[in-house]
C-alpha cells in the first residue's frame, strides 16, 4: 500500500506524466525494437542461473534434473505472486521433489539470502556514488560499506550458526532435525550460490540497460548501472507482493535514476516492462506447468 501511495502522489500526478506515459503506450516514442531480443534471452539466463543455484544447494540429498528443477523455480515464481516479498517460492519448488521437503525450502531461504547478500552490496555502492560528493563523504561512506561487506559476508558464510541459536532458544527436536541440511552446507556451495547470484544481478542489471536502449533514454551506461543499483536496493526495503511489486519497481526507478526531463515516463515503463518480462510471465509459465502437468513429476 505504501508503494502504491508513494506511486501515485509522487508520480502519477507529476505534470505531463500522464501525456508522455500515453505517448509511449500509443507507440508515438519510438521503439528499437531489436534490442528487446538480448532481453528476452537473458531471461531464460537468469531463471537458468537461479535453477542452478537451487541444485547447488540441495544436492546432498536431492538431485532433481535441470528441467524438472527450472520446472520447478518457475513454479515457485507462480506461488510467489500472492506472498510477501515473494517468500512463497520455496512453496512452489519443492512440490516437484518427492522427499525432504522441509529440508529443501530451508535451503532456498539460504538461496535468497546469498541474492540479497549481492542486492545489498551492490546497491549500497551504488549509493556510495550517487550521494557521496565531497572527500569525507566518500571516506565516511567508504567505511560504512566496508563494515557492511564484511557484515554480510561474516553473517552469510556462518549461516551454519543458526542452527546453533535454534538451540539456544530450545527449538523442539522435531523441528530441529529439518534445519540439519542448513548446517551441513559447505563454504564451496555457498560461494557457488553467492557467484550464482552475483551473475543474476548482472543479468537482470544489463536487461534493465537493454530496456533504456529500447526506449532510446539518454543515460550513460555507467549512470544506468548506478541507478539499477540503487533501484533494486530501494525496492528490496519496501514491502510488497509480486503482484504490486510492479508498484515498488515505478518508485525505486523514480527516485534511483537522473534523467533528462522529460522521460520519467520513460523510466516507468522501462522498469514495467523488466518486471513483466522476467516475473510476470515466467510466473504465468509456472501456472501452465503446474496445472498442467504430468503427476509423475508432482508430489503433492
Known amino acids: 500500500m505504501l508503494s502504491a501511495w508513494l506511486l501515485y502522489r509522487e508520480i502519477l500526478v507529476k505534470d505531463r506524466f500522464r501525456e508522455n506515459f500515453s505517448a509511449i503506450v500509443n507507440g508515438e516514442v519510438p521503439f528499437d525494437w531489436i534490442w528487446l531480443i538480448p532481453v528476452f534471452i537473458l531471461l531464460f539466463a537468469n531463471w537458468a542461473l537461479e535453477t542452478l543455484k537451487w541444485q547447488v544447494l540441495i544436492r546432498s540429498f536431492a538431485q532433481p534434473r535441470f ?5 520447478a523455480i518457475l513454479t515457485g515464481v507462480f506461488v510467489s505472486f500472492f506472498t510477501p516479498n515473494r517468500v512463497g517460492e520455496f512453496a512452489g519448488r519443492v512440490i516437484y521433489l518427492k522427499e525432504k521437503k522441509v529440508e529443501a525450502s530451508l535451503l532456498t531461504i539460504a538461496g535468497s539470502l546469498a541474492q540479497n547478500v549481492c542486492t545489498y552490496l ?46 539456544i532458544i530450545r527449538l523442539p527436536k522435531k523441528w530441529m532435525k529439518y534445519f540439519l541440511p542448513i548446517r551441513r552446507l559447505t563454504r564451496m556451495q555457498l560461494l557457488k550460490a553467492l557467484g550464482l547470484s552475483a551473475f543474476r544481478y548482472a543479468v537482470f542489471s544489463i536487461q534493465f540497460v537493454l ?18 543499483g540503487l533501484s533494486f536496493l530501494i525496492q528490496s526495503v519496501l514491502p510488497t507482493i509480486a503482484l504490486l511489486e510492479v508498484a515498488s519497481r515505478g518508485v525505486a526507478a523514480h527516485y ?6 522529460g522521460f520519467e515516463a520513460s523510466i516507468l515503463f522501462a522498469s514495467y516492462a523488466i518486471w513483466l518480462i522476467n516475473l510476470f510471465l515466467p510466473g504465468m509459465v509456472g501456472a501452465f506447468l503446474f496445472l498442467f502437468n504430468n503427476k509423475k513429476d508432482v508430489d503433492l
Not at 67 to 71: C, F, G, N, R, T
Not at 136 to 161: A, K, P, Q, S
Not at 256 to 261: K, N
Request: glycine share 8%; net charge neutral.
Open 211 to 228: 530496456m533504456f536502449k529500447v526506449l532510446a533514454i539518454p543515460i550513460s551506461f555507467g549512470m544506468a548501472l548506478q541507478g539499477v
Open 256 to 261: 534511483a535514476f537522473q534523467v533528462t526531463p
Open 122 to 167: 551492490f546497491g549500497s555502492l551504488a549509493a556510495l556514488f550517487f550521494f557521496a560528493e565531497e572527500p569525507i563523504e566518500w571516506v565516511l561512506g567508504g567505511t560504512v560499506l566496508f563494515f557492511l561487506t564484511t557484515t554480510l559476508l561474516f553473517l552469510y558464510f556462518n549461516i551454519d550458526r543458526l542452527v546453533g541459536i535454534l538451540r
Open 67 to 71: 528441467l524438472l528443477s527450472y520446472k
